[in-house]
């Protein structure tokens, strides 16, 4: 006897919509991280893409067609930081909108004095607060290129840190970690990056992080899964708080 509702309804969607070996085959072929877990985490991460892919709407635009390869490797990305965390952690939204290529969103501002700013900026994903997460399907495919880089997890990551409101560098963390400590190790690490960025110093992960928290978050959380070593060799203390908060090592599968 299952104990949930919840639980019933797990199985009964592995049951009926089971990924098949040949798209799953494709997404560890093209999904680095994925494909470095141990046979049990693998397994672990095909139940959340079969579940995920229940519970969210995938809505290719501007001609794109998405088959099922496609669909399994958005999803096991996606999956990734949440695999000892939940689908839980993505609650509060339901869709992916997945464009061909980067994409150019049309956005508006007023300033102080009521005149009205259009701004136009090539953008390869985004994440609204309630809202669709959105990709290029292109970038998906670049995961890696250049080392580090994966855009569906580094918007994943403004997702789970809109868990508690606006993305801010902050996601909500487990009662075991030290909400001080957090704050204190990404300041540290920012200002670092920072001044070697000043200087002209290239720096082991995507200078975009330095934009803003949010950002840091989100550009330290793909290197992480990405580029594990990267990350852990440069930033090793951000290293450690991104293992107590996403509760795995990615280089102890």
Known sequence: ?????????????????????SA???????????????PGAQARLRVLATLLLRDKSMEPVQGLKLDENMRTLLAAHACLPILNLGLK??????AFVIYPGLFVPDRQTVDATGVVHRHRTVIAGESWQRGPLILSWEDVLQAGTPPGHNVVIHECAHKLDMQNGEANGFPPLHREMDRAGWSKTFQAAYTLLYRLHETGEPLPINPYALQNPAEFFAVTSETFFQAP???RDSLPDVYRQLCAFYRRDPLYQ
Do not use: D, T
């Open 1 to 21: 006897m299952f104990k949930s509702i919840g639980k019933w309804r797990e199985h009964r969607a592995l049951k009926r919509h089971p990924i098949q070996e």
């Open 89 to 94: 952690w993505y609650s509060g939204w339901h």
């Open 24 to 38: 799953w085959g494709f997404a560890l072929a093209h999904c680095a991280a994925a494909s470095r877990l141990s």
């Open 229 to 231: 070593v990267i990350l």
